[in-house]
């Protein structure tokens, strides 16, 4: 009986395999470990405002942020395929380093531009085809997202709608990009057999043919769900703004409007 106990209680053992196409590179000539980082911590000064700190002292600390993880927010902004949304998304990113010094009529006409920055790169999630794109598109949102959201309150503009439409098109970003995942039970002939150490497998693919595979050893029948899809999703899509939205969902969700 003993014997039995232990190999039903087997520890899961967690592998993990990463594999990427014959003769790929990199998606991301850029630093996505800044950007993503950046703009988490931007979204989240903007949440303590709301939550009742100073405007002025969130709007710094913002500048701080974006300024230490410039290099990389502008490199990946150069990417982006379409024109118009590189030329405002730029201006955002250059201008917001003056907030503190516009006059109220410059500080509105910059809330407006930032404003409709992210609402045309919104507009482009919706239409584009290519996943790359949406990638950029995406990682590009949520670096303008905290800068019209942060000019409009310095504005003395509502926020309300422009913190759901960040929110929806970040949901797009995950839907848009998500991988595909396949579930399997390896070593496994005919029926499972009680007592018997089987590897569970989750097997996730990016867009750019990025896989990864993780396992575990498990006896069956498990007692949890041995698969693992949003961990082994948050591993294959690491280098992807989908990771970016992952991360500031959460706090977007948590902000007062």
């Known amino acids: 009986m003993r014997r039995v106990l232990l190999r039903r209680t087997v520890a899961a053992v967690a592998a993990v395999v990463v594999t990427l196409p014959l003769g790929a590179r990199p998606?991301?000539?850029?630093?996505?470990?800044?950007?993503?980082?950046?703009?988490?911590?931007?979204?989240e000064l903007y949440k303590e405002y709301k939550e009742g700190d100073s405007l002025d002292e969130a709007t710094t600390k913002i500048i701080d942020t974006?300024?230490?993880?410039?290099?990389?927010?502008?490199?990946?902004?150069?990417?982006?395929?379409?024109?118009?949304a590189k030329s405002c998304a730029r201006s955002a990113i250059i201008d917001f380093n003056d907030i503190e010094n516009f006059n109220q009529t410059t500080l509105q006409a910059y809330a407006r531009d930032t404003t409709a920055c992210?609402?045309?790169?919104?507009?482009l999630l919706e239409v584009v085809t290519e996943k790359a794109s949406a990638d950029q598109l995406g990682f590009t949102l949520n670096t303008v997202g905290?800068?019209?959201?942060?000019?409009?309150?310095?504005?003395?503009?509502?926020t309300s709608s422009l913190l759901g439409q960040v929110i929806d098109s970040n949901n797009t970003v995950l839907s848009t990009l998500k991988p595909t995942c396949s579930t399997a039970i390896k070593g496994l002939n005919?029926?499972?057999?009680?007592?018997?150490?089987?590897?569970?497998?989750?097997?996730?693919?990016?867009?750019?043919?990025?896989?990864?595979?993780?396992?575990?050893r498990i006896a069956y029948p498990p007692t949890t769900n041995p698969?693992?899809?949003?961990?082994?999703?948050?591993?294959?899509?690491?280098?992807?703004?989908?990771?970016?939205?992952?991360?500031?969902?959460?706090?977007?969700?948590?902000?007062?409007a």
């Open 27 to 43: 998606v991301q000539a850029f630093d996505f470990t800044a950007i993503i980082g950046a703009a988490k911590a931007a979204y």
């Open 66 to 84: 974006i300024n230490e993880a410039k290099t990389a927010i502008l490199a990946q902004v150069d990417r982006l395929a379409t024109a118009q």
């Open 118 to 123: 992210v609402t045309l790169i919104d507009s």
């Open 146 to 158: 905290p800068l019209a959201l942060t000019a409009r309150a310095h504005a003395g503009f509502s």
């Open 190 to 216: 005919g029926i499972p057999q009680n007592g018997a150490v089987y590897t569970w497998e989750t097997r996730c693919t990016a867009y750019d043919g990025k896989t990864v595979s993780t396992s575990k």
């Open 227 to 256: 698969f693992d899809v949003p961990g082994t999703t948050n591993i294959v899509m690491g280098h992807t703004s989908h990771a970016q939205a992952t991360a500031v969902l959460p706090v977007l969700r948590a902000t007062p």
